[in-house]
């Protein structure tokens, strides 16, 4: 499945669903207009995934209203915004995002700018649907993170790693496993969630850059 077929499943599917239970009851009335903030780095060193996701929400919102835009009798206006990676620059486009009344924020593909924005999602009562953002803490059971304003629409780290447990085998006591991350957020969620999965086995994470 391609990537944008993928965000169009998810996160195309989440704004979708709130629009339709939060639309007008009346079929012929005007359409209300409801802004949908993407926050994505389509700036810096993970512009080529941020590009990814504005391309693929925007075709799946494209393809899901057959062109029209407007599930519900809603009209879906998307303003897109360039976190460059950086939780502070996000969490002011957030911010700015919340005073234009968006009640919809998707986005992001840094765990870093994730665990910045779902507390915002909570405090300001805004739906927010992370992107590719891996970290488990953004919505794990417990996690301070976590709330009921806040949805994920890829795999989480963990779920990533499974794949490699079960090419592995089950006995991981007294084997060393390197993992080869990036010097981030989504690195070290990696090596935190490694013991989980290989329970036994001495974690090294090796970052690079």
Not at 5 to 16: E, H, Q
Not at 111 to 140: D, E, H, R
């Amino acid at each position: 499945m391609s990537v944008r077929k993928m965000l169009r499943n998810a996160t195309v599917l989440g704004v979708s669903a709130a629009l339709v239970f939060a639309g007008s009851t009346a079929a012929n009335a005007a359409p209300k207009t409801v802004e949908v903030s993407v926050i994505s780095s389509t700036s810096g060193g993970l512009k080529p995934f941020g590009d990814a996701y504005v391309a693929g929400l925007e075709w799946g919102l494209n393809y899901f209203t057959k062109g029209t835009m407007v599930v519900n009798n809603q009209k879906i206006v998307v303003t897109k915004y360039d976190d460059g990676g950086l939780p502070d620059t996000a969490t002011t486009h957030f911010k700015t995002a919340v005073g234009k009344k968006s009640q919809i924020v998707v986005g992001t593909v840094s765990s870093g700018v994730a665990l910045a924005l779902a507390p915002l999602a909570s405090q300001n009562k805004v739906l927010y649907i992370s992107g590719p953002a891996k970290m488990f803490l953004i919505t794990q059971k417990g996690s301070p993170f976590a709330n009921k304003y806040t949805f994920r629409s890829g795999v989480q780290t963990e779920q990533d790693l499974i794949p490699i447990k079960g090419a592995l085998g089950n006995n991981f006591a007294g084997k060393r496993i390197v993992l080869f991350v990036e010097d981030n957020a989504f690195g070290d969620a990696y090596i935190s969630a490694a013991p989980k999965i290989f329970p036994g086995a001495t974690i090294i994470g090796q970052k690079v850059t």
